[in-house]
């Protein structure tokens, strides 16, 4: 063995030994570094040690290889990234990219060859994630040296650093060039992309992988790129990548092409001739998601190139994977496969191969989704399924009409969409489409019977009606669906039955058909003895919808007057759209100066339903929920203050009287805005108000009890009481008070106002107690002031605003008299006496339990007090036990740790 042999071997020991010594050290080195100062002075250090070490002596390459890793470690993190660019470390990196200059005796040796320039490729490629740092690294002039970092393979060798100073430099590319257009750029024109393809066909696969990143960002919204990145022959080298097992290949590949194709359609046309169309549908099956989904944008891309492609990508099986990743949880995947498939439904003789192999009723499902980009391609993909004949029985039969009409839409292209899908579909009910649905309407499954009747009731032309609701049952399916026990039955079957009703006016008395004997018997005055007979399995709120009764109106040709049980009351005239003019208010040839004790007596004014709620074509009718929204409670409670202070009835009105005015004048409102009210029974409007009303009224007391709280001080405002009043009504009742829009509604109702005192202003709470002091010391009369004025000084006061008037009162301006006003408590205020004692109860749990809140918080903090003492404790420890000397900055904290123990 020669003696220079085995000197490189002992070389080679020591230098290892060396080598596990100073990583040693530089491990505890990073240790040691924290923020701030220190930082700083560990930055300085490095760069100090970079412009001192560019040479090729092995203590100088060991130094520069620690300092450029170091670096490259501390700019993983963000923060710490500006830091060292403000230290001056890009130009020294940028120095170290390239070899020292070799020395004059060369011997053939060169220590931690490529390891330095890869460490500082590293370092830059980190750096250069924060946008603000590229340009200036670029301006350092590190697109050159890059460049020829990524020819390094062409000496010869092939050893793990070459290929490890390859992948960074194509890293440091792809991360300089995101989202900077003029880099992309200054990369073409320095050479950078022919050797970057010619790495796509690299032994290494980390290396194919990273090139193909850079090459993908690169082609993103650049065409100059695009066209010489194909020029150099890119094509087949990432078709054959897409061939690969290793998915992150595939995906970088199949990213690459998509950037290539997009907005570029004779770059689509050479990706199609070169043989990607196979590859890429195979991609729709892989395990990685992110590669199906790039294959399922990239054919997406392909389908818009010409009808052939569109029917190519279906024959070569592409649907199926595509309507199962429709069903992923993945959204991004949903998106992309319900993408493509709108493409590809564009195309007619695509259309009935994807509604037969399973693809309508999960593009149905997805009009549900909560993202607007999602519902938009659902719908841009069933807008091409309804334009086959072979597709509309599909649509009917799984429901698909009712998920276009009910469907809550984010955008508004949607909703254009969705309205032409609905115009496309009553295009197609003729011919043997009609034919077919009339045959399902016979003789399929009950369930499909009254979907297709549904359906048809809303897509038929008028002269087919007659043909299908009545030769064909229809009719008889339609209105077994308002005896059905589900809501949501009864109010498909009323709404198609108003629709088929509001056709059937369009046709001229000379084109429409005679009366049939089904609509003679069935479709009568509902004050004929025989009406409660036929319709006797019919619901009472079903024989009261005005959709309904305006079906009946508009088919039977009838007067419609409800029967005294059903009658709409006369306080809210309602419009007919039918009639010219509405019923009049009074009785012919009656005495309009009746006495005032027959008043009661007087029967009600006949009255017509409210019109058939009118949708704008953007719109749906609002569906009834358990959880009501805030315009239901709105609306309801507006109705409510309204009807029950009424000054001729007042609160001396019946419960049922008073709930059938609400329920009716709230069917007027529902017709109004179809769209925001839903349609509700008065079995809903009740139970709902009993919750929302006992809800208020804890609510008020618990108000009015945070506004005697003791912290009640100077700084106590409104949002304080609020607050207060919601802690205190949680404690009470064990959940959150949800109706808060009832109570500001409440504040602007004169007859509730006083009740909510802490809100008033001086001048209105001035009043208030002025009355009060007035009504306990008279004698509980009504006094009058200087002006005739009434005051009241007993009782429910509203403390000097404006109150609603009396019965009597009202009565008497009527008839042209001046009657004093009663003096009697309304409901309400005896009511809040009724719950006087209960409250006072439960302010004094409120208190226990605010007290006992207050004691669990004081504990909460001892403990944590004393957590904090125990950690303060430890690092006092950890620190006088350090094997090695404090730094002053340690020492420092030390004392201060120290003096906050001895100061506690």
Known sequence: MGSKEWQGKENSSDRKGQKRKLDQQQEERESAIVTGEALRREVSAQVEILSNTYSWTEADRAAAKRATHLLAELAKNEDVASIIVEGGAVPLLVKHLQAPPSPVEDDGLKPYEHEVEKASAFALGLLAVKPEHQQCIVDAGVLPLLVDLLKRHK????????????????????????????????????????????????????????????????????????????????LPSLILMLRSEDSAIHYEAVGVLGNLVHSSPNIKKDVLHAGALQPVIRLLSSCCSESQREAALLLGQFAATDSDCKIHIVQRGAVPPLIEMLQSPDLQLREMSAFALGRLAQESNNQAGISHSGGLVPLLKLLDAKNGSL?????????????????????????????????????????????????????????????????????????????????????????????????????????????????????????????LASKAMTLSPIDAAPPSPISQNLLMDPNNPNFRQQFSGFSDDLLTNPEFQLFLQRMGNTSLQPSPQYQTPTQFPLRNHVIEECTPETVHDSNTQFNESEEDSVPETPQYPP???????????????????????????GLYLEISENAIKGTSQKATSLWRDVHAAYQLAHAEKPHILPPRPMKSLTSHWRRLAADTLQWISCYDEAGRLPEGGSGYNEADRIKSASKLFHLAQGRNFAFPHAVEMLNRDPKWRPKLRWSLSKEERKAVRDVEEQGSAGSGKRSRDDGGDETPTDGFSSGGIQRPEGVKKAKAKRKGKEVASDSGSSELSERMKELATIREREAILKEERIKIEREKEQRKREELDIHKMKTWFDMVQAMKNSPTPLTPEEESYKNFLLGKLQGL
């Not at 590319?173 to 393809?197: C, Q």
Request: glycine share 6%.
């Open 611 to 637: 019109p058939v709620p009118e949708l704008k074509s953007n719109q749906v009718v609002a569906r009834a929920t358990r959880i009501w929204s805030v315009a239901e409670d709105e609306t309801l409670i």
């Open 155 to 234: 000496c010869g060798l092939n050893s793990r650093a070459i290929n490890g100073v390859i992948r960074r430099a194509a890293d440091a590319i792809t991360n300089l060039a995101h989202e900077n257009s003029s880099i992309k750029t200054s990369v073409r024109t320095e050479g950078g992309i022919p050797p970057l393809v010619e790495l796509l066909e690299f032994s290494d696969a980390k290396v194919q992988r990273a090139v193909a990143g850079a090459l993908r960002t690169l082609a993103f919204k650049n065409d100059e790129n695009k066209k010489q990145i194909v020029e150099c022959n890119a």
């Open 375 to 499: 519902q938009h391609n659902a719908a841009f993909a069933l807008y091409g399924l309804a334009d086959n004949e072979d597709n509309v029985a599909d649509f009917v039969k799984v429901g698909g009409l009712q998920k276009l009409q009910e469907g809550e839409f984010i955008v508004q292209a949607t909703k254009d969409c969705v309205a032409k899908t609905l115009k496309r579909l009553e295009e197609k009910i003729h011919g043997r489409v009609l034919t077919h649905l009339l045959y399902l309407m016979r003789v399929g499954e009950k369930s499909v019977q009254r979907q297709v009747a549904l359906a048809l009731a809303h897509l038929c032309s008028p002269e087919d009606q007659r043909s299908i609701f009545i030769d064909n049952n229809g009719l008889e399916l339609l209105l077994g669906l308002l005896k059905s026990t589900n809501t949501k039955q009864q109010h498909d079957g009323a709404v198609a039955l108003c629709k």
